[in-house]
């Protein structure tokens, strides 16, 4: 990994490097002197004055985005940029896109929630968008193996807090809109216009789901629309079952591994940006979905599915894909995030216990929070019986196995890809997949 000469994070700092006090989840200006300690030659601060050299500024992240893009942009300026925003489908989109250019001989790189991936993944990622510092040396590593296209999630947080300032997309994507991260948005409104942000930096194409809901904020002059039925990309006659999807984009025929109807919109726009690219679609037979999700375990005539979904959207869309497989019955296993968006959690309960014919309530990542009142949220005017608490991941994952009987499907949601658990603010490992590999 490529490693700049400054820093936000104290312990990072070498003999020389510049230390910028940035104010984040914690305020960079309680670690300035630990930074002086471990050779920091100048800090940049808000505030106070230092024995190294000292720059004042009115906002720190605004000065470490110019003194990034003015030291070094001119080296990552012609990697070729693809952003996606979204409520759902960034995670797949954008690891199908990253296959696909990889598999046609094109160097592509990933950056999202599953991490920074170049020829294999090279890293986790503490956040879906990484501030800005460490976008830099992400991009700064794909110039130094030479790749020519990055395809990256740009999430409403990171969009909002500023931290893909400065740097040109050249493509961008709209996947879909619903009610998510309003915790820290507060309004909806706050959430539209923090999404929107990103096509503001687009200089070639954006690709737009026209099926939705939102997008007349998202479509532009520049602007190519996909959908299912409509749109400058129309998918139509699809067919889904157990071994993938077959369908007809513009009356072409395609054949995929992935099912779920989300997933046909996740696909389609793979098959919009290689055609705009002139690049071969039928690739897409080759492509699979990203770790943790719709990850498909077979237990005797039965399937288990792990996926990540953990927004009332995302969850009723893997529902809705499993019902297509015509099970005889659907256990579900979800729980809701702590010190998160609360508003959702009784949404997602009612769309479970609507949708599925039992459904155990457990804990996600319950943070710091406590997780019996996270499941009371969940709780709140639930009006449906179909269900039980077990508040011990693993024990409910367990207990949704022994329930599996014949062409059952067990369905366990929220974690996906992670391999632990945050209870009490303390990371402990834990993977969904491999407590059910043990259990089968």
Known sequence: MINLNIKDDSRKVVKGDIFVALKKTHDGHDYILDAIKNGASKVIVEEGNYDVETIVTEDTHNYLVNYLYDNYYDQIKNLKLIGMTGTNGKTTTCFLIYQALNKLGI??????????????????????????????????????????????????????????????????????????????????????????????????????NIDDLYKDYFIKDNSITYGIGSGDYKLTDYVINLEGSSF?????????????????????????????????????????????????????????????????????????????????????????????????????????????????????????????NIISDMLHNLDKFNYEIILNREKAIIKGIQMLSFNDILLVL???????QIINNIKYDFDDKKIVLENI
């Open 107 to 208: 160097k592509c790189a990933y950056i999202g929630t599953i991490g920074f991936y170049l020829d294999e993944k090279i890293k986790d990622l503490s956040n879906t968008t990484p501030d800005i510092l460490e976008i830099y040396e992400l991009l700064l590593t794909c110039v130094e193996n030479n790749i020519e296209y990055v395809v990256m999630e740009c999430s409403s947080h990171a969009l909002d807090m500023k931290r893909l300032d400065k740097l040109k997309f050249k493509y961008g994507i709209f996947s879909n809109l619903t009610e998510d991260h309003l915790d820290y948005h507060k309004s909806f409104d706050n959430y539209i216009k923090a999404k929107q942000v990103l096509f503001e930096n687009v200089t070639d194409k954006t690709f737009v």
């Open 248 to 372: 007809k984009v513009n009356d072409i025929s395609y054949k995929t591994k992935l099912i779920g109807k989300h997933n046909l919109y996740n696909i389609l726009v793979v098959i919009a940006l290689l055609s705009e690219l002139n690049l071969d679609t039928s690739v897409i037979e080759q492509l699979v979905c990203p770790p943790g999700r719709m990850d498909i375990i077979k237990k005797d005539s039965n399937l288990i599915i792990i996926d990540y979904a953990h927004t009332p959207d995302a969850v009723l869309n893997v529902i809705k894909a499993v019902k297509e497989l015509n099970p005889n019955h659907i256990i579900t296993i979800i729980g809701c995030g702590g010190d998160r968006d609360s508003f959702k959690r009784p949404i997602m309960s009612d769309i479970a216990c609507s949708n599925s014919d039992y459904v155990i309530f457990t804990n996600d990542n319950p943070r710091s929070e406590n997780p019996n």
């Open 414 to 420: 929220g974690k996906g890809h992670e391999t632990y």
